[in-house]
């Protein structure tokens, strides 16, 4: 009986305060600049040089050359630790990290992201020109 004296006045006094916690989708917290979220590719800045695959702790990037000076890279957002070591190691900042957070997903294909250059695609026929 003890214990229960103790607790009891903690017990009543946490039923008249504000809960410590949030309804998330509900309520959306504040995103703080610093947060390092989904990577961002600019293929128009890539040199090629693999540094940022090399320096992943996680091995979740890989550069592939699609044309002469131009890459593309896949990114395994499953495998990403969000450490943000490529964007700091990439020479040309091609690489940057966003404040996107909400990256679930269902199967390891959902997380594969292939980023490459921009296609035109044509309006009329719906193709790639």
Excluded: N, W
Aim: a positive charge; charged letters at 35%; glycine letters at 6%.
């Amino acid at each position: 009986m003890k214990r229960t004296g103790r607790i009891l006045p903690e017990a009543v006094k946490s039923v008249f305060q504000k809960p410590a916690t949030v309804t998330y989708p509900a309520e959306r917290g504040e995103v703080f600049d610093q947060v390092r979220g989904r990577l961002v590719f600019e293929a128009d800045k890539c040199i090629g040089c693999k540094i940022c695959m090399r320096d992943c702790p996680a091995k979740a990037i890989e550069i592939e050359k699609i044309a002469d000076k131009q890459f593309k890279a896949i990114l395994r957002m499953d495998r990403c630790i969000y450490c943000g070591q490529c964007a700091e190691s990439c020479p040309k900042s091609a690489l940057d990290c966003s404040s996107e957070f909400e990256l679930a997903g269902l199967t390891h294909e959902d997380m594969k992201v292939d980023i490459g250059p921009a296609k035109k695609v044509s309006v009329e026929k719906g193709t790639d020109v």
